[in-house]
């Protein structure tokens, strides 16, 4: 289990390593917005398996606070991009 875990933090941290180049890189905003998300549900999913690891299912609320946090986010810069495009019509 132990490499199966090892395995799952080296795939996550790869992930979020491209995540940070595409939110770095951009080329437009609604990227960099996608790549932010897409970075915090990186970060849930390592403290999901960090909850695993150690066996200690009270770290869960930080998974779903995170989560929640990002959804509102992701809801927040979409409202600000459609009103940005429907400002510039």
Do not use: H, K, N
């Amino acid at each position: 289990m132990e490499l199966v875990l090892s395995l799952v933090f080296v795939l996550l941290a790869g992930a979020l390593f491209l995540a940070f180049f595409r939110l770095a890189r951009g080329p437009s905003l609604p990227d960099r917005v996608i790549a932010l998300d897409l970075i915090s549900i990186i970060i849930a999913a390592m403290i999901g398996a960090y909850v695993i690891w150690v066996q200690q299912p009270v770290l869960l609320d930080a998974v779903t606070v995170v989560a929640v946090v990002s959804f509102f986010g992701a809801v927040a810069c979409a409202r600000y991009l459609e009103r940005r495009s429907s400002d510039g019509e």
